[in-house]
């Protein structure tokens, strides 16, 4: 273990309160100007890396006055033996020798606690405790209530409400999470300057003193960013939810300055926790040690937590946070997918919800055998026994029948994590992370990687029967619709390369396509297989393409060895006697200028309360 330098008092007797009884402490008082001390502090160095279970220290006497008075030191060095809060001995100069020998007395290889953590695990386990300190907030009756007087209580319950006039728990979480991503809150890689209105530049914050205003709202960090106008913002990193719901009560003509509920992935899983717990869902605050936050719910109808991550606008998506590559293979098409995520390594993830704490880590991991190799910060049977007594210190107000459901609920839960080898997955299609700028998330690794699959699509029996085929796609709701199913979103029967995303914007209230941010070009297209089936007809309709600056979108639709490209004054594609082979619909994004290029090649764009679909494919069969 490394030597430790004290500054005061205070922390060196928590240190040694806290310690097993079988914890020997060796404290060094030395100077800089003492030639003695420099003598035996390598030895020193040396004894802490050959008694492991004990702590040596280090007090500097000029910097540290308060330890050196409390114990008495009158020359230098002078070591303090220190086990079960007593002094034991103490030695004057530098003698090795008679250090070693008194070490020796004292020291016992094994702690008394076998499960008691050392000082680096204690360091580690030490992170969690804020955490579950934050999620009292959630159960917190006036923060509730003001929760709730920013939601859409009632819409949000209309919208999830079934025929029987009973509301899906599943669809009211799905619906808040959407509420919350598109209309409420807002990212913030850096914050606007409030005196030009011009966003400071991106990764340049720095490390600030948090003011009594802002420590008061639970900002125990701050961001300073400098304007290129010469002014300076503050970033505050607000841990009290009830602050993120707050708009500004200053008046200011730039609208995106007029609120707080803006931040980071803390930010939003820390107010969207509040909000669900508003709208009676049991919440779970999801801690990740790699850096990133997220919540569970419970969802009676599902008998289980449920992943969501506000930031993204996902739910049910627990592997999104790996990187793993699968065949895929469903009824209507077969081929190779990238399974794509985030390509994180997870090894600690906790789940903290306001009276249980648990280690839910098998949740999130494809492969537990490697992911029990990464689990190295803490042996397993320590952070057992610390997750127990904070366990059991958080529930320690819950009634019978609450503790009675806990354990239920926590059994179901180790039942789903008994997995042997690697875990099956659900064949969904996982990208990268899409919130926050691109360099900040190449810079923590989080992008993915790039995916193609190749989608075809073949016609059913009943469009056989029919001789017609139809599919359409309507960008506002992310649904296509062929025949009397729908099907919920952009991606399932595209094919694409490149960064292609859907994008929802709050504040115009519109949905389009358009390439992922840092990619110059892209492409999407559609593949129909038409190798066995005559098509008498085909006709293609695209509305709401949009360009800004140079961007460009070019529409085409190949079929055998022709391809025909709608004009620009179109937005209809018409092809008689179709010759038989795979027909391609594809579109073709690039240009763009500066910051925003990504954005200035749009297709399917349309307001979101638009019934009508921007793709329309009709395919008359002979």
Excluded at 256 to 261: E, G, N
Aim: aromatic residues 10%.
């Amino acid at each position: 273990m490394p030597v430790q330098l004290m500054r005061n008092l205070s922390d060196l007797q928590a240190k040694i309160n806290s310690a097993d009884a079988n914890r020997l402490f060796i404290v060094d008082f030395f100077a800089d100007w003492c030639g003695p001390c420099r003598f035996i502090a390598p030895i020193f160095e040396n004894f802490s890396a050959r008694f492991t279970n004990a702590t040596f220290v280090k007090v500097n006497v000029d910097n540290s006055p308060d330890i050196s008075q409390f114990y008495g030191i009158r020359a230098m060095p002078t070591f303090v033996l220190i086990k079960e809060g007593r002094e034991m001995e103490r030695i004057q100069g530098a003698n090795p020798q008679a250090l070693e020998v008194a070490i020796n007395k004292y020291y016992s290889s094994t702690p008394a606690n076998p499960n008691a953590a050392s000082d680096e695990e204690r360091s580690f386990l030490q992170q969690f405790i804020p955490v579950a300190e934050k999620v009292k907030f959630y159960a917190d009756v006036v923060y509730k209530t003001l929760a709730v007087s920013v939601i859409p209580v009632e819409e949000l319950r209309l919208q999830a409400t079934d025929e029987n006039g009973v509301v899906n728990r599943l669809q009211l979480a799905k619906g808040l999470l959407n509420w919350f991503k598109n209309d409420f809150f807002s990212w913030c890689d850096s914050p606007i300057c409030e005196s030009c209105g011009n966003q400071t530049p991106k990764g340049a914050g720095l490390s600030g003193t948090p003011t009594i205003e802002e420590r008061e709202c639970g900002a125990d960090r701050v961001e300073v960013y400098s304007c290129q106008c010469g002014q300076e913002v503050r970033f505050p990193r607000y841990n009290d939810p009830a602050k993120l719901l707050e708009t500004s009560a200053v008046p200011t003509p730039l609208p995106q300055l007029s609120v707080f509920r803006k931040g980071r992935c803390g930010e939003w899983a820390n107010c969207f926790a509040l909000m669900a717990a508003a709208m009676d869902f049991d919440v779970r605050f999801i801690y990740d040690v790699t850096d990133h936050v997220w919540i569970e719910l419970w969802i009676p109808e599902c008998d289980n937590w449920v992943h969501c991550d506000p930031c993204e606008n996902i739910i049910d998506r627990p592997l999104i946070y790996e990187k793993v590559i699968l065949a895929l293979l469903t009824s209507i098409l077969i081929s190779e997918s990238v399974l794509q995520g985030w390509g994180k390594k997870l090894s600690y993830v906790i789940a903290f919800g306001t009276d249980h704490v648990y280690d839910v880590t098998w949740r999130y991991t494809l492969d537990h055998k490697k992911t029990l190799r990464l689990r190295n910060r803490v042996r397993e049977p320590v952070l057992s026994n610390f997750l127990m007594k904070l366990n059991s210190r958080m529930g320690s107000n819950a009634t019978p029948e609450r503790a009675k459901e806990l354990r239920r609920r926590r059994v179901r839960e180790l039942v789903e994590f008994l997995v042997i080898g690697e875990r099956p997955t659900d064949g969904g299609n996982y990208g990268g992370r899409t919130s926050g700028d691109v360099a900040w998330r190449a810079a923590r690794s989080e992008l993915g990687c790039s995916a193609k699959k190749d989608t075809v699509i073949t016609m059913n029996q009943q469009e056989l029967a029919n001789k017609k085929f139809s599919l359409e796609y309507n960008c506002a709701q992310d649904v296509y619709t062929r025949g009397p199913e729908t099907i919920k979103g952009w991606s399932t029967y595209a094919n694409f390369s490149g960064q292609i995303q859907r994008k929802q914007e709050a504040d115009w209230k519109m949905a389009y396509l358009c390439r992922r941010e840092g990619g110059s070009q892209a492409e999407v297209s559609w593949s129909i297989d038409l190798n066995d089936v005559k098509a008498k007809s085909f006709r293609l309709q695209v509305f709401g393409t949009q360009v800004y600056e140079n961007g460009s979108v070019v529409v085409t639709v190949c079929a055998g060895e022709v391809c025909f490209p709608m004009r620009k004054d179109s937005t209809e594609i018409v092809i008689d006697d179709v010759p038989l082979g795979i027909l391609k619909i594809s579109a073709h994004f690039s240009g763009g200028k500066g910051d925003n290029a990504f954005q200035h090649a749009q297709l399917f764009r349309t307001p979101l309360d638009s019934p009508e679909a921007q793709m329309k494919i009709d395919i008359e069969l002979q």
